[in-house]
C-alpha cells in the first residue's frame, strides 16, 4: 500500500470475514490470488484496509452473476488498493459490467436458438442434431462440439 493506514483503518481477517459474511479461508484465497490488498504486521498477521469489504461485495456480486474470477481480477486490478474506489471508479466498472453482460446475453440467445430445434423436436436426430456427433465424424475437424462452436472450438483449446 503506497500509505501506511493507521490501525483504525485496519481490520483483522476474522473481523473483515465476519463483516462479509464469509468464511476466513474465502478472505485467504482472495488475498492469495490478488483480489484483496492486505498488510502483514510484523508477526505475520494478516490485517486489511476496510474498504475490502466493498470489495468482497463487488466479488460476490459479480461471481453470483456469472463473472469469473479472473474477470473480477481485470477489473479489480483498475481499482486503487491504497484507499476506497471513488464514485468514477465504480462507474467505469460498471460500464464494464454492461459490456459483460451484453455480450452474455448474446452468447445465450445463440444457444437457445441453436438448442432450440433439437431439444424442442425431441428427435436428437443422429444426422442433423447440432450436438450429437454419431461415430464421431466431426473428430477430424478437431475438437469439441463442432456444429455448435466451428471455429471458436479450435480458440479455447490449449496447444
Known amino acids: 500500500m503506497t500509505d501506511t493506514p493507521t490501525s483504525a483503518d485496519l481490520l483483522p481477517i476474522g473481523q473483515i470475514a ?38 468482497i461485495a463487488f466479488i460476490q456480486v459479480s461471481v453470483r452473476y456469472g463473472v469469473t474470477l479472473g474477470e ?4 479489480l486490478a483498475t481499482l486503487p488498493s491504497d484507499h476506497p474506489p471513488t464514485r468514477a471508479d465504480w462507474a467505469r466498472i460498471s460500464a464494464s459490467w454492461a459490456e459483460h453482460l451484453a455480450r452474455q446475453q448474446a452468447i445465450l440467445a445463440r444457444m437457445q436458438e441453436e438448442l432450440t430445434g433439437c431439444i424442442g423436436c425431441g428427435c436428437l436426430s443422429q444426422t442433423r442434431c447440432a450436438v450429437v456427433n454419431s461415430r464421431d465424424r466431426l473428430g477430424d475437424d478437431g ?13 479455447t483449446v490449449e496447444p
Open 18 to 55: 465476519r463483516r462479509a459474511g464469509v468464511p476466513v479461508s474465502t478472505v485467504r484465497y482472495y488475498e492469495s490470488i490478488g483480489l484483496l490488498p492486505a498488510v502483514r504486521s510484523a508477526g505475520n498477521t494478516r490485517y486489511f484496509p476496510r474498504h475490502v469489504l466493498r470489495r
Open 143 to 155: 475438437p469439441g462440439p463442432r456444429r455448435v462452436l466451428g471455429d471458436a472450438a479450435l480458440e
Open 72 to 75: 473480477v481480477a481485470a477489473l
